[in-house]
């Protein structure tokens, strides 16, 4: 499994499962790149069940699933890859903990020395948050264009950008070179989540 370009879905784990899984399952009658289950579960959740019924339906459309942050859950679910916020502490040790192949992606923000390390450990991909100011990003600055347009000089992998981006404001985008958008509330917070991702698609198949 790898990660393609497209779509970047993040869902959150604490939204009520049966909705969750729905529209998750409306939002997979289109391509997606991957879907990422946010570090956002509730207190007592089954993690590893949902997590594992997530990967059911992605796995069938050939979509792999990072989880956010919580490396662990990759040893006993079938998730795909860990998505970490931060640079993890002792990466190659954590490696071995893991003791199998995962995919593996970064939030990056304006520090090029991320970038550099996301490149030297061969990550998958990274994440630049957040683009425009965003309610699901608050807790990122804004990223300066010119750090991505360094970033797609020296990263070998997939970019992707994330934060605030609708396809309303894609046609900003147009200079840059990235490989995707990530997105939350524009298509889990939309009755057709499918709809809301073929909007989204249109844009960057025009860029």
Not at 53 to 67: G, M, S, T
Request: hydrophobic share 40%; aromatic share 8%.
């Amino acid at each position: 499994m790898s990660i393609k370009s497209g779509i970047y879905l993040v869902i959150d784990p604490s939204m009520e499962e049966s909705l969750l899984l729905s529209k998750l399952n409306a939002a997979l009658k289109e391509k997606l790149a991957a879907v990422q289950v946010w570090d956002n579960f509730k207190e007592g959740q089954n993690s590893t069940n949902l997590i594992d019924k997530v990967c059911e339906l992605c796995h069938a459309k050939h979509v792999p699933v990072f989880i956010n942050n919580r490396w662990k859950l990759l040893q006993n679910t079938s998730a795909d890859g860990v998505h970490f916020d931060e640079i993890p502490e002792n990466y190659s040790e954590l490696k071995a903990k893991i003791g199998q192949p995962f995919l593996s992606g970064l939030t990056c923000n304006n520090d090029l020395e991320w970038i550099r390390w996301a490149n030297e450990n061969k990550l998958d991909y990274i994440s630049f948050c957040s683009i425009f100011p965003s309610t699901t990003a608050n807790s990122c600055d804004l990223v300066e264009f010119e750090t991505i347009r360094e970033a797609s000089k020296t990263f070998s992998a997939a970019i992707f950008l994330a934060g605030g981006i609708k396809p309303e404001n894609m046609d900003k985008l147009s200079d840059l070179k990235y490989n995707g958008v990530a997105v939350v509330s524009g298509v889990m917070s939309s009755d057709t989540p499918d709809l809301a991702i073929k909007k989204y698609q249109e844009k960057l198949n025009s860029k």
